[in-house]
């Protein structure tokens, strides 16, 4: 099925206004004026009105091309992309400077190509914003390094005040979803990895629906996430970024009512937040401004 099929076929809840407004443009010209690159752009993510519109962004790092290819990510794959900018620490720390925010997420594309896969620049980048911004909250949604702990820790050490890692997709339908590189043992592992190794920084996993799993198999996988002390879940529905091939065809669109029933499910499992909806996704403002005041009350303490 195309993008356009799928579209005409999306259900009233899943309809979303077009971006626009003075602080949808103001944080499009910052990023776009020091080459930097935005999530919130290249995975077609369909709460940028919202959040652009509410001066918050989610920035990528590392470049916009991905030796990752994972059947629902829009971003581009390239067995070995440019190395990346030694200057973008400095820029990114400038930029969200400007922007004023008082929370902000980092991303990053997989870079299975570099010795370190990136956790260096990762890092200093990290270190940039927080020495030019010390009052902004920082979250960062890392790869799996391929369970390296020792990047992982590098990583860690650089001072990020949440860590994130996606697991994306229940058990079984990881192959099918995921790159090969990458994998659901592998991504509760470095989760686990985290809070063993940072046990004040709050964890964060993402979970998409909508791509064939049964209710059960979420329930296991909200289980397995708990169990690797995740604190903070985001449940939201998959929505195919391309009409192109490699692109995943949602099986189902879960109803409002469904994402409150699992939400609630959930937080019954003791996560400390839990964001589920249509159009929740791993980087969530209303997540974000739990977090905030979560980081807040324990600085505070």
Partial sequence: ????????????????????GESFERIKAASSGRGLSTVCEEARCPNIAECWGGGTATFMVMGDSCTRGCRFCSVATAAR?????????????????????????????C???????????????????????????????AQDFRGDETLLLRVLESGPDVMAHNVETVRRLTPAV???KAGYDQSLAVLRASKRLRPSVPTKSSLMLGLGETE?????????????????ITLGQYLRPTGRPLHLPAVEFLSPERFDALGRAARRLGFAYVASGPFVR????????????????????
């Fill in 1 to 20: 099925m195309s993008r356009a099929a799928e579209t005409r076929r999306l259900p009233p809840w899943l309809k979303v206004k077009l971006p626009g």
């Fill in 81 to 109: 992309a440019p190395l990346p900018d030694a200057e973008e620490p400095e820029k990114l720390a400038q930029t969200l400077s400007e922007m004023g925010l008082d929370y902000a997420v980092l991303t990053t594309v």
């Fill in 111 to 141: 870079r299975d190509d570099l010795p370190d896969q990136g956790a260096r620049h990762l890092a200093a980048c990290v270190r940039a914003v927080k020495a030019r911004c010390p009052g902004l909250k920082l979250e960062l949604l």
């Fill in 178 to 180: 995921r790159d090969a």
């Fill in 216 to 232: 059960t198999e979420v329930l296991e996988t909200l289980g397995d996430l708990r169990a690797a002390g995740v604190d903070i």
């Fill in 282 to 301: 791993s980087s969530y403002r209303a997540g974000e401004l739990f977090l905030k005041g979560l980081l807040e009350a324990r600085h505070g303490a």
